[in-house]
């Protein structure tokens, strides 16, 4: 393992002890997701700055491929420690001192990253990561009293929108990058690795748009939304194939990616049900999950 490795691994583990002392001291399913509201977000700035536009380039060294590696170091910064952190200043409403003072904790972990050799910027600057904070942190202090008041219409939407996300963006990336289970040709650009991520995007989006709407409807026979969801899947599945856009480089590929939107629907019902309560009970999911199961 490279040296490069165990700085992101060490900000990795130290942002994954702030969680479990937030998930703790906070144990509930409003807290939860808050946090994966505050990863969306996050996922989506990166898709525009990161993805299509090659603001920097991270460089964990553990995996031989270096876009896919890269994705690796966006996955600490996005999905482990900037969210980690947004989430200590609004579980504890530490003051705008601590928002401060962890926009320079976080700008002087890039600039040591920098120095390092470990993370390239190219068109991006530390200056702007500070400004984004300023206003990323604030924001995610807003978010846990309006899922409290989201109890329907489009803002339950949206919320039950970005709170579904990162299952759907993390788990549509992880098999082929870790895999190599498929490749998206769309022609957007050159190297096929940046032509998957950049078409993986917009597959996850538009599954998880799928996913909500089913969620914000009510209909009596649950196991309809779910079979309506495998349906959608296939039909774009076969699509995709016989364009040419979708090739499966592995005998499960397919089998993965029709499968984890059911969980990600079921995840869906239990976290619409606590925007619709409007009240924050404590998270024991373990038996909602059964709850939410098609029926």
Same mark, same amino acid.
């Given at each position: 393992?490279?040296?490069?490795?165990?700085?992101?691994?060490?900000?990795?583990?130290?942002?994954?002890?702030?969680?479990?002392?937030?998930?703790?001291?906070?144990?509930?399913?409003?807290?939860? *997701?808050?946090?994966?509201?505050?990863?969306?977000?996050?996922?989506? =700035?990166?898709?525009?700055?990161?993805?299509?536009?090659?603001?920097? %380039?991270?460089?964990?060294?553990? #995996?031989?491929? $270096?876009?896919?590696? /890269?994705? &690796?170091?966006?996955?600490?910064?996005?999905?482990? /420690?900037?969210? /980690?952190?947004?989430?200590?200043?609004?579980?504890?409403? &530490?003051?705008?001192?601590?928002?401060?003072?962890?926009?320079?904790?976080?700008?002087?972990?890039?600039?040591?990253?920098?120095?390092?050799?470990? +993370?390239?910027?190219?068109?991006? $600057?530390?200056?702007?990561?500070?400004?984004? #904070?300023?206003?990323?942190?604030?924001?995610?202090?807003? *978010?846990? !009293?309006?899922?409290?008041?989201?109890?329907?219409?489009?803002?339950?939407?949206?919320?039950?929108?970005?709170?579904?996300?990162?299952?759907?963006?993390?788990?549509?990336?992880?098999?082929?990058?870790?895999?190599?289970?498929? =490749?998206?040709?769309?022609?957007?650009?050159?190297? !096929?690795?940046?032509?998957?991520?950049?078409?993986?995007?917009? +597959?996850?989006?538009?599954?998880?748009?799928?996913?909500?709407? #089913? =969620?914000?409807?009510?209909? $009596?026979?649950?196991?309809?939304?779910?079979?309506?969801? %495998?349906?959608? &899947?296939?039909?774009?599945?076969?699509?995709?194939?016989?364009?040419?856009?979708?090739?499966?480089?592995?005998?499960?590929?397919?089998?993965?990616?029709? *499968?984890?939107?059911?969980?990600?629907? *079921?995840?869906?019902?239990?976290?619409?049900?606590?925007?619709?309560?409007?009240?924050? !009970?404590?998270?024991?999911?373990?038996?909602?999950?059964?709850?939410?199961?098609?029926?």
């Amino acid at each position: 393992m490279s040296s490069n490795s165990y700085w992101y691994l060490g900000l990795s583990f130290i942002s994954i002890i702030l969680q479990v002392i937030v998930f703790y001291r906070k144990r509930s399913v409003h807290t939860y *997701m808050q946090f994966f509201i505050g990863v969306e977000l996050l996922y989506l =700035v990166e898709a525009v700055i990161y993805i299509f536009n090659g603001s920097y %380039e991270y460089h964990p060294k553990l #995996l031989s491929n $270096r876009y896919y590696d /890269s994705h &690796l170091g966006a996955i600490t910064s996005n999905l482990i /420690s900037i969210p /980690s952190f947004a989430l200590v200043l609004s579980v504890f409403q &530490l003051s705008w001192i601590w928002i401060v003072a962890f926009i320079a904790l976080l700008a002087g972990i890039e600039w040591l990253f920098i120095e390092l050799h470990i +993370y390239t910027l190219y068109w991006w $600057r530390i200056g702007y990561t500070s400004l984004g #904070l300023l206003l990323y942190f604030p924001l995610i202090k807003k *978010m846990y !009293p309006w899922m409290l008041k989201a109890k329907k219409g489009l803002s339950r939407a949206f919320l039950l929108f970005l709170c579904l996300g990162p299952f759907s963006g993390t788990v549509q990336f992880l098999p082929f990058m870790l895999f190599n289970s498929r =490749v998206y040709r769309t022609g957007w650009f050159s190297d !096929p690795a940046y032509d998957t991520s950049a078409f993986g995007i917009v +597959y996850y989006l538009f599954v998880v748009l799928v996913i909500t709407l #089913l =969620v914000m409807d009510s209909w $009596r026979y649950q196991w309809i939304k779910y079979a309506c969801l %495998e349906i959608i &899947l296939l039909i774009i599945t076969m699509l995709l194939k016989q364009s040419g856009i979708l090739i499966s480089q592995i005998w499960w590929d397919v089998y993965i990616y029709l *499968m984890f939107p059911l969980l990600i629907l *079921m995840i869906g019902e239990i976290f619409g049900k606590h925007l619709a309560k409007g009240e924050s !009970p404590d998270a024991s999911t373990a038996s909602e999950i059964n709850k939410a199961a098609p029926t």
